[in-house]
């Protein structure tokens, strides 16, 4: 007879809109959702899993990550955890940098990582845990292969809050909310052509893509190695912004600006 010790925790990838994937995770009879940008894909994930909704997640207020909580509550009645933002009034428990909170017997660490919004937040869950490895929920800040736009914030800001993030394990799923990964790294290619690694990436992320499969979650040790957003201290990037801005004696925020802002206009 099997000894079915540990719960059969799951995280499911649930597909919304053009791009974006939202976020189920669940023990088995109970569930939370990280950015449920639209309710009806969540509903029918529940309904088929036979699971009941206890959480809603919130990074940040962008409607392709809250568009869907208003029906979520009037259907489940959930706690919603969010930033303190009053672009989202939903939120009934509010979570700062550094908190960590207890969800469906998991340990949840909140990381504020301002930029891309200014009340964006990460949700970080450390390992040991049911997955077996370290999981981040990053919402629109660390993305495979590149980062978020820097709208509210300053390029300052969002350098930092990648510094954070690039501070956890490298064995970290960054469970990010869009499937960018394509152009992205097609971006990166042009920052850094000779990054081996990032060449290989390329490849491998053009043969999921032709095949429609997902590129998320990617792993924080491949990003270090090929992300241009985490790479701003690395000489390649920083020689080739210095070319860009045409300036010697960049800082890591100047190398991350110019970097982004040719993202931007790509
Ligand atoms: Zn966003
Ligand atoms: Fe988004």
Not at 43 to 66: C, G, S
Not at 79 to 108: A, C
Not at 182 to 195: G, H, K, Y
């Amino acid at each position: 007879m099997n000894n079915l010790a540990t719960k059969p925790y799951q995280i499911t990838r649930i597909p919304a809109f053009s791009d974006n994937y939202l976020w189920l995770v669940d023990n088995g009879q109970k569930a939370l959702t990280v950015d449920p940008g639209d309710a009806a894909p969540i509903i029918a994930q529940l309904e088929e899993k036979n699971l009941t909704l206890e959480y809603i997640l919130t990074t940040h207020h962008h409607p392709d990550h809250t568009g869907g909580v208003d029906e979520l509550i009037e259907r489940y009645q959930p706690i919603v955890v969010g930033p303190d933002s009053q672009y989202i009034p939903q939120v009934t428990r509010v979570v700062k940098d550094g908190e960590e909170i207890e969800l469906l017997g998991l340990s949840l660490q909140v990381i504020a990582v301002p930029g891309h919004t200014l009340d964006h937040i990460a949700y970080f869950i450390d390992a040991p845990n049911p997955f077996g490895y370290p999981v981040l929920f990053s919402g629109d800040t660390l993305f495979a292969g590149g980062c978020g736009r820097v709208f509210e914030g300053t390029f300052q800001q969002m350098r930092g809050s990648l510094d954070k993030l690039k501070q956890l394990p490298d064995d970290t799923r960054i469970h990010c909310a869009h499937e960018y990964t394509q152009a992205n790294i097609n971006f990166a290619l042009a920052v850094e052509p000779d990054n081996l690694s990032l060449q290989k990436r390329a490849e491998d992320v053009a043969v999921l893509r032709k095949a429609g499969i997902p590129t998320v979650p990617s792993e924080l040790a491949i990003e270090k190695e090929t992300n241009p957003f985490l790479r701003y201290d690395q000489a390649p990037i920083i020689q080739i912004a210095q070319q860009r801005e045409n300036k010697k004696n960049l800082n890591e925020d100047d190398v991350f600006s110019s970097i982004r802002q040719w993202k931007d206009n790509f």
